[in-house]
């Protein structure tokens, strides 16, 4: 059966990198910095299928020629793929030199690449105008990437979400299992609040109805799951249930951990949220290569 190592991101005061102020030079180093503990600490020891990072693990600048266009016009695919190619980028970038060791250890590398166009309001305060959530999957082998990314909106980002629409990239098969890939709020499809109360012909509906009829006729062994930030595992936990319940073959799920609470202290403790947010074979790593046991 496969297995997943999760390279989770905690600290006082840390903040998922999509949202981080500093600058995405520093981001990267810190970011780069936990992978290469992890390999270095783990070299020549263990193999797993799956190495999962939270979501926005990684960001890109916000491609300048893509900015004149509008919110509607960035939903279309081929400036989709404008926006991947300059994510790939930066994830080949990232991972340069890192490559033998991260084959050595992963078969996948699974991770959250966020982009966001910003602007300043009157009082000088950034303000997201819109920005796009990406997922990779990159097979170290043979150095390819599969991508999909957020297809469902918090409700904060209706307006601003450049939305991965095609639903049938969140489903695909890795070494002959059957894997869903999930972005963040895209887990909350799965909702059982959600699925009564959501209309068919809405615009969430055309988002949450499709993933939910799909994933049952998919019918997954594995749940990949990219969250930007959790503090408690009641976040998810209707959601993983209900997911579980529609389709019974899942032997394997995990959430890509960034344990933070934007300027508030945890609500529950990490172990909670680590044994809370798995199933199967998941080994937990801290930032220093550490197995969190």
Known sequence: MATIARLVLAGKGNTHPGKNSRS?????KKQYSAL?????????????????TPAGFLTFPFPE??????????????????FQKEAEKQLREFIGDLQPKLKEFTDFLVIGIDSTCWEKDKNGKKKVIMGIELVAVYDTAQKT???????????????????IKDIDTHFITLNGQKVLLLDCNDLTAFS????????KDSDIGRIVHPICRKSKKFDPEIVLHLAHSTDTPATWKAKWNRLTELMHDVKL?????????VEKEPRKDLDSVLQKTSCGDVVNFDVKGREIK
């Open 145 to 163: 990437i599969h991508w999909t990314g957020k297809s469902y909106p918090t409700n904060r980002q209706k307006r601003t979400l450049i939305r």
């Open 65 to 82: 020629e893509l900015k004149g266009h509008s919110w509607v016009e960035l939903h279309k695919q081929q400036l989709i793929n404008q």
């Open 24 to 28: 995405t030079s520093v981001v990267l």
């Open 192 to 199: 059982p609040r959600v699925i009564k109360n959501t209309q």
């Open 253 to 261: 799920y995990a959430t890509g951990i960034n344990y933070s609470r």
């Open 36 to 52: 290469e503990n992890l390999l270095n600490a783990e070299s020549g020891k263990r193999h797993f299928n799956f190495l999962l």
